[in-house]
């Protein structure tokens, strides 16, 4: 077995184009009409907060930073930068993936119409968009660190009066179909496979049903029927997020599958997914996290 150790480090501007790579995993296809180069940017101007994930370079730690980033977790006041084309851009795509009557888009858009003035901890009043992406074969035990140094960060930027005083988080992610007769009829859903039997795992050590599930319901660990479909979670610690949000909706990608991706290229029908988290829940979520994302499997 090849054991890999990996070290934490800030955004570095060398990490550019791998940020923008992660990135572009979050909207699939619809990447290419986004300038994520200038989210990438932003993220990599946030001086106190984010974290990136890279193997470990022994003893050597200038080595270890000028590797490429396997995973990113930051987060963006969407508010603040309201005028940040890039920025404002992506949200207004993201506003657009929830149905114009449903709460959700409602409340978003009541949230996203506080001006840019500074929001304090008495007074919360901006949302953040927690960006977090890995590569699919990194283990999620990295992820409840990645989180815990989030909420210092996002402390230590308050102390300093940065403009981290939210009210709520809106979380983009990912999600995939499967069907039963998916698994059973492609010869290449090695990959799929393995993320359902992931999921199957958790849900099984944690108890109780999976929520992020199909039309008719089977929970994880059920066979179903043939052609009974269902929606699984690219990552462990999105299930921890959606217990505590108030709002959830899965959205298809306007530029369909993407071919060049690799998942994709093993028959997973990816979507993507929005969740709105109070910030009262942040503490709740990330006890959460750390429950879920520890799980061996």
């Known amino acids: 077995m090849l054991d890999v150790s990996f070290s934490f480090f800030d955004p570095q501007p060398q990490d550019y184009h791998s940020i923008k790579l992660l990135l572009s995993q979050l909207v699939q296809g619809d990447a290419a009409s986004f300038d994520l180069g200038g989210v990438a940017d932003l993220v990599l101007e946030q001086k106190l907060v984010g974290s990136t994930v890279k193997t470990d370079g022994g003893d050597d730690d200038d080595k ?45 858009s009541s949230l996203l119409a506080h001006p840019a003035e500074p929001s304090t901890a008495a007074a919360p009043k901006h949302v953040g968009l927690v960006l977090s992406e890995r590569l ?13 140094m989030l ?34 009829s492609d010869p290449n859903a090695a990959l799929e496979a393995a993320l ?43 299930e921890a997020v959606e217990k505590v949000a108030s709002h959830k909706h899965v959205f298809e990608y306007s530029r369909g599958r993407r071919q ?32 879920v994302a520890s799980v061996p499997v």
């Open 151 to 184: 909420d210092e960060e996002l402390q230590w930027a308050r102390d300093e009066n940065e403009p981290y005083h939210f009210s709520h988080l809106l979380f983009l992610s990912r999600v995939f179909r499967s069907t039963a007769a998916d698994l059973d």
């Open 260 to 291: 060049e991706d690799g998942s994709e290229a093993f028959g997973v029908e990816t979507k993507g997914q929005l969740m709105l988290v109070p910030w009262t829940k942040w503490g709740a979520l990330l006890d959460g996290i750390d429950k």
């Open 64 to 108: 270890a930073a000028e590797g490429d980033p396997y995973a990113v977790l930051t987060v963006l006041n969407l508010n603040v930068h309201k005028d940040h084309k890039a920025l404002s851009a992506l949200t207004s795509y993201l506003l657009a993936k929830l149905p114009a009557s449903s709460p959700f888009h409602a409340e978003l």
């Open 136 to 148: 699919v074969n990194m283990p999620a035990q990295i992820v409840p660190p990645m989180y815990k």
């Open 196 to 238: 359902v039997a992931e999921a199957s795992m958790r849900a099984a050590v944690l108890g109780g049903p999976k929520k992020k599930k199909g039309r008719k319901g089977a929970a994880p660990g059920e066979a179903g029927n043939a052609g009974e479909d269902k929606l699984w979670v690219y990552h462990a610690e999105d």
